[in-house]
């Protein structure tokens, strides 16, 4: 009763400066009360960043968001994100930490699945119903597919490019950013908007088709004898397409870039080493990857973050870590030959509770298909390749790298101008 006639009859601040002059102040003190309590009180108030990320919890977010991610993660000041070696262990080693709503922007079909759940019990299940799948014992006996559907396929390809013009093509034409880009437009996701995206949905089809007569369809979890539904294995599959093929093909670019501008390294290369030292120097899953403190909050890198808030895993700033790594921005491969603690300390593929499940097959996948490619064809960069070589160096002295935008997955700015190799086929 109170408060309908202190509405009705307007209260005399209203009176004096009328609705629009009232609300535009109050939300200027709004704003105000936040800038302060974000300078001066916040918990978070000490960790450094750029100005206007230290307005809010999300700092790390608003870098990303604001394309200061690949600057932000290569600067000194890395605490608004968590770098150090350790302190990404324990994130990423814990439940506790949850995957934060961030990820709902890559629920396929409408559903979660293994990589964007944030239920650590549902990430359990899938990951012991996928285990017998993704091991090294199973992915020996698949190997043969896997040699059709990577160098095999990848040599025809090469073959009749190479018959046909006689070297010279790009080595691959970009990336499907558009569905990761749902994480960034969540509203994609929600009817009626969601039926804008329908049409590239389709393309997906033979995929899901596909997908129902996978051996996913058998997997079991042991423990709770629970199986997927179709739609849950449709929407595995869609992911394990998407996070599977598009990373591993895009460290294999990196991987061929770098040695196309460390010939002194090219040479010796042969498969995995030379995929882990690219995935060091430059992992491409080295975006920010958000967890959400526990409730009692967590004390990283030497400040105190309270419970609720949003913890960015910075893989590129703690792989470019002059406190862990020597010479960080180096391409150095010696740094790894029998240093088990270096191999820990790459985070390529996640860590802990959470981490990569295909990793063994990304690593099969792409040493097969750089060690054929490395024995069948000699790789070289164009004559008129004249803004990256060997040469050409950026402000530490290291050939310099092509640019990248980083979401997900770190991709080529430009592959058609950056991206380009020649090819010739090895004789002997
Ligand atoms: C070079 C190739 C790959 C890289 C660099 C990579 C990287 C990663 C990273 C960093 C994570 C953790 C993300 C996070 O913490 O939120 C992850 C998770 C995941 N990856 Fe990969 N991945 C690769 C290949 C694959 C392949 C081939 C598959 C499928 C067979 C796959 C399936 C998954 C799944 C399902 C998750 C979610 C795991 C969970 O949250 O419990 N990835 N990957």
Redesign the pocket.
């Known amino acids: 009763m109170f408060f309908t006639q202190y509405w009705i009859n307007k209260p005399d601040i209203v009176m004096g400066l009328g609705w629009s002059s009232f609300l535009a102040i109050a939300a200027v003190l709004v704003v105000l009360c936040r800038v302060i309590y974000a300078l001066f009180v916040s918990p978070l108030r000490h960790i450094p960043g750029p100005f206007l990320a230290r307005l809010t919890s999300k700092r790390a977010g608003l870098i990303g968001s604001l394309g200061l991610m690949t600057k932000y993660s290569r600067t000194r000041d890395k605490a608004n994100t968590a770098t150090s070696t350790s302190d990404i262990r324990a994130v ?1 080693g814990s439940h506790k930490f949850r ?1 934060t709503d961030f ?1 709902r922007g890559v629920d396929m079909l409408g559903i979660e ?3 964007s ?1 944030r239920n650590p019990d549902l ?1 359990d299940t ?2 012991r119903q996928f285990g017998p799948y ?1 091991n090294t014992g199973y992915l020996a006996r698949v190997e043969p597919i896997l040699a059709a559907h990577g160098p095999e396929s990848l040599k025809l390809k090469w073959d009749k490019l190479y018959g046909e013009r006689q070297g010279g093509d790009k080595l691959q034409q970009g990336f499907p950013v558009r569905h990761i880009r749902y994480a960034d437009f969540p509203l994609l996701n929600t009817y009626p908007f969601s039926m804008l995206m329908r049409p590239w949905e389709r393309g997906y089809d033979g995929v899901t088709k596909y997908a129902i007569e996978s051996a996913f369809i058998d997997a079991e979890d042991p423990q709770s004898k629970t199986r997927m539904t179709e739609r849950q294995v449709q929407a595995e599959c869609l ?2 397409l998407l ?3 598009e ?2 093909a895009n ?1 294999l670019a990196w991987t061929v870039h770098l040695l196309m501008l460390h010939p002194e390294h090219y040479r010796r290369a042969v498969g995995e080493p030379a995929c882990s030292k690219s ?1 060091r120097l430059h ?3 080295g975006g920010l ?1 958000p967890r959400r403190a526990p409730k009692e909050g967590v004390r990283l890198q030497g400040y105190f973050v309270p419970g609720g808030t949003e913890i960015f ?1 910075n ?1 590129t700033g703690a792989h470019h870590n002059p406190g862990v790594w020597e010479n960080p921005l180096k391409y150095d491969p010696s740094r790894f030959l029998d240093n088990e603690e270096a191999r820990r300390n790459v ?4 860590a802990g509770v ?6 063994h ?2 690593v099969l ?2 040493m097969s298909i750089l060690a054929n490619m490395l024995k069948d064809y000699d790789l070289a960069v164009p004559e008129d390749y004249v803004r990256r070589g060997p040469r050409v160096l950026d402000e530490n002295g290291n050939p310099k790298l092509m640019e990248d935008v980083q979401f997900l997955v770190s991709i080529p700015v430009d592959p058609k101008r950056d991206c380009r190799l020649v090819l010739t086929k090895c004789t002997a």
């Open positions: 990423y995957k990820y699945h293994m990589f759940t990430a899938r990951r993704l992911n394990m996070a599977g093929s990373a591993a460290t995935m992992p491409v899953s990857w895993i893989v985070f390529t593929f996640g959470r981490a990569c499940p295909g990793r097959l990304a996948e792409m």
